[in-house]
T-cell receptor, first 114, second 115 residues
Framework: GENVEQHPSTLSVQEGDSAVIKCTYSDSASNYFPWYKQELGKRPQLIIDIRSNVGEKKDQRIAVTLNKTAKHFSLHITETQPEDSAVYFCAASRDGNAGNMLTFGGGTRLMVKP | KAGVTQTPRYLIKTRGQQVTLSCSPISGHRSVSWYQQTPGQGLQFLFEYFSETQRNKGNFPGRFSGRQFSNSRSEMNVSTLELGDSALYLC??????????????FGPGTRLTVL
């Protein structure tokens, strides 16, 4: 089955700096890669996703890049703010007649210091 | 549209008991998935339902089961609870069969504590 590894597990940055979180996946048939932000005690919230037919997607301060050949994708947050502090999860999924499932990475705790 | 809702939000049970958790998807969404979140194991897929049929199941023992009703609402059941079943159980819904085409949204979760 799919295996998703996420690095780093913790990341501390100064407000205004950029943050990069990287994930690798094992199943070359995976075609959907969402990123979720989870604040303490709250649900995971989709912040951006990318499908395998594009290599990059951007939404304001957040961008995701996908390298299908190397089987890795990354989340980039620019101009970080204290409210960006949370746990971020990457995930991968593939379409299939047997159903869909998201396989998650282990999560990255991002701390933005004011 | 209202988001994914889950009931109850918090639950305390003792070992050996059974529990049923409920999930109401976003209106119009027909796919419902369940995930278990623990500090040690992270987010793990339990099962997915579409049109009342279980389409996929994660690597969990048979004590974990689920079902989906004709209105797309779903329930999951855990029998003979163990201490290790203490977790946040998350339900997520999406409109259709393909995550490539559709996006999945999570509910607030049910926090289950087994004593």
């Amino acid at each position: 089955g799919e295996n998703v590894e996420q690095h780093p597990s913790t990341l501390s940055v100064q407000e205004g700096d950029s943050a990069v979180i990287k994930c690798t996946y094992s199943d070359s048939a995976s075609n959907y890669f969402p990123w979720y932000k989870q604040e303490l005690g709250k649900r995971p919230q989709l912040i951006i996703d990318i499908r395998s037919n594009v290599g990059e997607k951007k939404d304001q301060r957040i961008a995701v890049t996908l390298n299908k050949t190397a089987k890795h994708f990354s989340l980039h947050i620019t101009e970080t703010q204290p409210e960006d502090s949370a746990v971020y999860f990457c995930a991968a999924s593939r379409d299939g007649n047997a159903g869909n499932m998201l396989t998650f990475g282990g999560g990255t705790r991002l701390m933005v210091k004011p | 549209k209202a988001g994914v809702t889950q009931t109850p939000r918090y639950l305390i049970k003792t070992r050996g008991q059974q529990v049923t958790l409920s999930c109401s998807p976003i209106s119009g969404h027909r796919s419902v998935s369940w995930y278990q979140q623990t500090p040690g194991q992270g987010l793990q897929f339990l099962f997915e339902y579409f049109s009342e049929t279980q389409r996929n199941k994660g690597n969990f023992p048979g004590r974990f089961s689920g079902r989906q009703f004709s209105n797309s609402r779903s329930e999951m059941n855990v029998s003979t609870l163990e201490l290790g079943d203490s977790a946040l159980y998350l339900c997520a819904s999406s409109p259709g069969l393909s995550f490539f085409r559709d996006t999945q949204y999570f509910g607030p979760g049910t926090r289950l504590t087994v004593l």
